[in-house]
């Protein structure tokens, strides 16, 4: 009797043990995959990122035909004249002040 | 024991500087590049629903010192004539001045752009000052550009009121003169804005920028001229004006994006969406697609857009009594409504002699043709219960407005 309640304590005691375990386990290996996340990106960051377009392949995007705002002083006019009329405002990149809006 | 507890932290602190350092040196530092010098001047006009504005913009861009850009801009609007607002209202129609000034400076200093700018714009009843604030970073080899804002926006809101310059009964209309209205007294309206934009170059042909605001109002953030209308069996017409009451705030979020791809034959097309969503409920889409063709010292450009919303929720064209709601609207800008609107542009390119300093200039012209139906915002002037057409039973309001510009463009 007194023998098989010393087994079950042990058992107890070890599942105890184990059940205090498995969180240090998980900060563990969450510490691991953060310090390889780190050591990859640092690593990655130390040698530089090889452009896909190289800079002498960027003709066509300098030409000026490209530019997302060719002539800011109409493009900004047009936002106005926009967002006086229609509710939407912002997510274009342009900013304006007052009102006009009457 | 105590030395190596304390030495320890301190060493794997400095490892782990050494790495994050590592990590956000992800390029080689090369220089980034401020934008060319330019000047415009640009004449612009407005004409549709018995409202006319006349503008003229001027804008210079300067570089110096090699890492400072300074921008100047000055815009001038002459609005006249009585839009539906105006109009449905009772008010006459009016002439008003509107000038903005916006100067912004730009420091770069190795892949970063610093900018600060500040705008000052004065209408007789509507003052605004607005501070901008933003930083830019040029990574990955120059491929990307990611970009923050921050804008700050105070505004002096007044309601002008007509009041004769002599006492004389009655009032010769050479007399009249605006001033503010005291009972209304000076309302104010605080905004912020913050903004994240991204610049991706895709590939040799295409780029894309993706751009996103959240904007916020706070204070009085409706306008002092507008009503709404309800019905009213007691006059006859059937219908009252009330005015607008809307909510103390409103925050917008919106995201955009810009595609542009160069075609084979040296032609541009663009491709722009945005959604929009703001706490009155209102959601919108916004497309536009546009072409660039240059041809000789030509440079030819067309857009369509097309934008469409919901309605908020405290709109309505019609209450069905005064102080039905705690907000009430009757703005058509707050109805649900779809716009189209088609541009073309003609840029010629030429030289001028004996002027070294100027790189190049151009001269443009663009026309904009806007087309908006309301799908529940009715022409309430249109009311007539004798000829059948009771408060409710009006045509549908559109307009339909014609824009010009005509500008020069020199780089130096």
Redesign the interface.
Same mark, same amino acid.
Request: proline share 2%; charged share 20%.
């Given at each position: 009797m007194f023998a098989l309640r010393a087994v079950r304590a042990v058992r107890a005691v070890r599942a105890g043990a184990r059940a205090s375990e498995r969180p240090q386990r998980g900060r563990r290996a969450l510490a691991v995959a953060l310090a390889a996340g780190s050591i990859a990106i640092a690593l990655a960051g130390c040698s530089p990122i090889e452009p896909w377009v190289k800079p002498y392949q960027r003709e066509h995007l300098a030409d000026p035909i490209m530019s997302f705002d060719r002539h800011p002083a109409s493009s900004a006019y047009l936002d106005h004249v926009y967002s006086v009329r229609q509710a939407a405002r912002g997510g274009t990149g342009a900013t304006g002040g007052g009102c006009g809006c009457n | 024991m105590g030395d190596r507890a304390r030495g320890g932290p301190r060493g794997c602190g400095r490892a782990?500087l050494i790495?994050?350092l590592?990590?956000?040196?992800?390029?080689?530092t090369l220089t980034g590049v401020l934008p060319e010098d330019?000047a415009?001047v640009?004449v612009?006009h @407005?004409s549709g629903d018995d409202q006319k504005?006349e503008?003229r913009?001027?804008?210079i861009r300067k570089k110096f010192a090699d890492a400072f850009d300074v921008q100047y801009?000055r815009?001038t %609007?002459v609005?006249s004539g009585a839009?539906v607002?105006?109009r449905i209202t009772g008010a006459s129609p009016y002439i008003?001045q509107?000038t903005?000034d916006?100067v912004s400076m730009q420091y770069l200093r190795g892949k970063t752009t610093y900018t600060v700018?500040f705008?000052? /714009?004065?209408?007789p %009843?509507?003052t605004?000052?607005?501070t901008?604030y933003s930083i830019s970073q040029d990574m990955?080899? %120059?491929?990307t550009t990611v970009s923050m804002?921050y804008?700050r926006?105070w505004?002096a809101i007044f309601k002008m009121i007509k009041e004769c310059g002599v006492a004389q009964s009655p009032c010769p209309d050479s007399d009249f003169v605006k001033v503010h209205d005291p009972a209304f007294g000076r309302k104010q309206m605080d905004e912020r804005?913050y903004?994240f934009?991204v610049?991706q170059?895709l !590939? #040799?042909?295409a780029?894309l920028?993706i751009? @996103?605001?959240?904007?916020t109002d706070e204070g009085f953030i409706s306008?002092p001229?507008r009503a709404a209308r309800y019905l009213d069996p007691t006059v006859a017409r059937g219908w009252s004006l009330e005015p607008e009451v809307y909510p103390g705030t409103r925050t /917008?979020n919106?995201?955009?994006g810009?595609i542009?791809y160069?075609l084979p034959y #040296?032609?541009?097309l663009d491709l722009?969406y #945005?959604? @929009?969503q %703001?706490t009155?409920s209102?959601h !919108?889409h916004?497309v536009q697609l546009s072409y660039?063709q240059?041809w000789r010292h030509w440079?030819f450009d067309a857009s369509a857009r097309y934008?469409v919303?919901n309605q908020?929720d405290f709109y309505s064209d019609l209450f069905p009594f005064a102080g039905s709601q705690n907000f009430v609207s009757g703005n058509q800008?707050?109805s649900a409504y779809h716009?189209y609107s088609f541009g073309l542009g003609a840029t010629y390119q030429f030289g001028i002699p004996h002027v070294s300093w100027i790189e190049r200039s151009t001269a443009?012209i663009?026309y904009?043709r806007?087309m908006?139906d309301y799908q529940n915002f009715r022409y309430w002037l249109a009311t007539d219960p004798a000829a059948g057409i009771n408060p409710g039973e009006e045509p549908l309001f559109s307009?339909r407005a014609n824009?010009y510009?005509f500008?020069l !463009?020199l780089w130096f």
């Open positions: - | 782990w790495l994050a590592c990590a956000l040196y992800s390029t080689p330019t415009e640009l612009d @407005y504005v503008g913009t001027w804008l801009s815009s %609007d609005v839009s607002a105006v008003e509107r903005e916006n700018g705008i000052h /714009s004065y209408e %009843d509507y605004s000052n607005t901008t990955f080899g %120059d491929l804002t804008k926006e505004d804005s903004g934009g610049t170059i !590939s #040799r042909n780029i920028a751009n @996103y605001d959240l904007i306008n001229y /917008s919106a995201i955009g810009d542009k160069y #040296r032609a541009a722009q #945005r959604y @929009y %703001d009155f209102i !919108s916004t660039t240059p440079t934008y919303q908020a800008d707050l716009s443009n663009r904009d806007l908006t307009l824009i510009e500008y !463009s």
